[in-house]
C-alpha cells in the first residue's frame, strides 16, 4: 500500500469516527428532547403557567407552577444584570488599564479559572453559611446574591477572551489620538459586543437551570415572592421535588415544567444568536 492509499485510509477512518461522534451526539440530544417534550405535553396545560399550586398540587389536584416560573426569571433576570455590572469593569481593568504580560492580570485569570469550575453546590453551601453567620433566612435576595457569584466567572472569562482577541493596535492609535480610557472602553466594548452576548447567553443558561446552589438559598414556596426577604421557587427546583413523587400525575407535571425550562432556554438562546449576528454585522 502506497503513501496515498494510507493517507486516504487515515482520512476515510477519522471521517468515520467523526461522523460516529455526531451521530451518537445528535441521538443523545434527540432522545432528551424527545423524553421531555413527549411526556411534558401530557401534562402541559393554560392553568400549569398561569396558576399557584393549589391545595392538592403535590397529589395530583388543580393548580400550576406560576411561582416556579416567576421566581426563576426573579432570580436569573436580577442575577445576570448585576453578574454585567460587576464583570465588564473587571474585564476592562484586565485588558485596557493592566500591561499585556501583567502577573496581577495571570493570577486573576487562574483564579476565575478555578471559580469557573466550582461545583454550584459550593456556591450554594457558602451562601448558605454566610447567610446563617449573618442571621438571614432562605430568600430571594439570597438567591440571587449566590447564582450571581456563581456567573460572574463565566462572564469574565467568556468575556475576556473576546477582549484579549481585540487588536492592541487599535487601542494604541486610541490613545495616540488623544482619547481617554473611557472614550476607548466605549470602542472596545462596541466590538466585543458580540463576546458579551455570547457570556449572557452562558450565563443565563446555566444560571436558570441550577438547583443546587438555590436549595440553600432561595428556598421554595407556593407562592410569588414580594419582596426580596421572601422565599422563592425556581423551576430545576419544581422538577427535583415532583419528580421524586410516587404520584404518576405529579411526576408528568415534573416533565412539563422541564418543558417550560427547555423552551425558555431555547427562546433564549435563538434571541441571543440573533443580538449576537446583529452586533457582529454592526461591527466597525
Given at each position: ?5 494510507k ?9 468515520l ?5 455526531i ?23 393554560w ?6 399550586p ?11 407552577f406560576l ?9 436569573v433576570?436580577?442575577?445576570t444584570?448585576?453578574g ?7 474585564v476592562?481593568?484586565l ?9 496581577l ?19 450554594g453551601?457558602?451562601g448558605?453559611?454566610i ?8 430568600s430571594?435576595?439570597?438567591?440571587i ?14 468575556m475576556?477572551?473576546?477582549t484579549?482577541?481585540?487588536?492592541r ?8 489620538l ?6 476607548t472602553?466605549?470602542?472596545v466594548?462596541?466590538?466585543i ?9 452562558l450565563?443565563?443558561?446555566?444560571a ?23 422565599p422563592?421557587?425556581?423551576l430545576?427546583?419544581?422538577?427535583f ?17 422541564a418543558?417550560v ?5 431555547l427562546?433564549l438562546?435563538?434571541t ?5 449576528n446583529?452586533?457582529?454585522k454592526?461591527?466597525?
Amino acid at each position: 500500500m502506497n503513501i496515498a492509499h494510507k493517507k486516504k485510509l487515515k482520512e476515510s477512518v477519522a471521517k468515520l469516527f467523526m461522523w460516529t461522534a455526531i451521530l451518537i451526539f445528535f441521538g443523545i440530544v434527540a432522545s432528551v428532547l424527545w423524553t421531555i417534550f413527549s411526556k411534558g405535553c401530557k401534562a402541559m396545560s393554560w392553568d400549569m403557567v398561569t396558576q399557584l399550586p393549589g391545595g392538592g398540587f403535590y397529589i395530583g389536584k388543580e393548580g400550576g407552577f406560576l411561582n416556579a416560573i416567576v421566581g426563576s426569571l426573579y432570580i436569573v433576570g436580577a442575577s445576570t444584570l448585576l453578574g454585567l455590572l460587576i464583570s465588564i469593569p473587571v474585564v476592562f481593568f484586565l485588558n485596557v488599564y493592566l500591561k499585556k504580560h501583567s502577573k496581577l492580570a495571570y493570577v486573576s485569570r487562574l483564579a476565575f479559572d478555578v471559580l469557573f469550575g466550582v461545583p454550584s453546590i459550593v456556591y450554594g453551601a457558602f451562601g448558605f453559611t454566610i447567610m446563617i453567620y449573618f442571621g438571614l433566612r432562605a430568600s430571594l435576595l439570597g438567591g440571587i446574591i449566590v447564582i450571581t457569584l456563581l456567573i460572574i466567572p463565566i462572564f469574565i472569562r467568556t468575556m475576556d477572551e473576546a477582549t484579549r482577541n481585540f487588536p492592541r493596535d487599535i487601542l494604541e492609535a486610541s490613545f495616540a489620538l488623544g482619547a481617554t480610557r473611557w472614550e476607548t472602553l466605549k470602542v472596545v466594548l462596541r466590538q466585543i459586543a458580540p463576546g458579551i452576548a455570547t457570556a449572557t447567553l452562558l450565563s443565563i443558561g446555566r444560571a436558570i437551570g441550577d438547583a443546587a446552589s438555590v436549595m440553600f438559598t432561595a428556598g421554595y414556596t407556593d407562592s410569588i415572592p414580594t419582596s426580596l426577604s421572601q422565599p422563592a421557587a425556581t423551576l430545576p427546583l419544581a422538577v427535583f421535588f415532583q419528580l421524586s413523587s410516587p404520584i404518576p400525575e405529579v411526576v408528568d407535571r415534573a416533565y412539563a415544567a422541564a418543558l417550560v425550562l427547555t423552551i425558555i432556554v431555547l427562546i433564549l438562546s435563538i434571541t441571543g444568536r440573533f443580538i449576537t449576528n446583529k452586533f457582529s454585522k454592526n461591527k466597525v
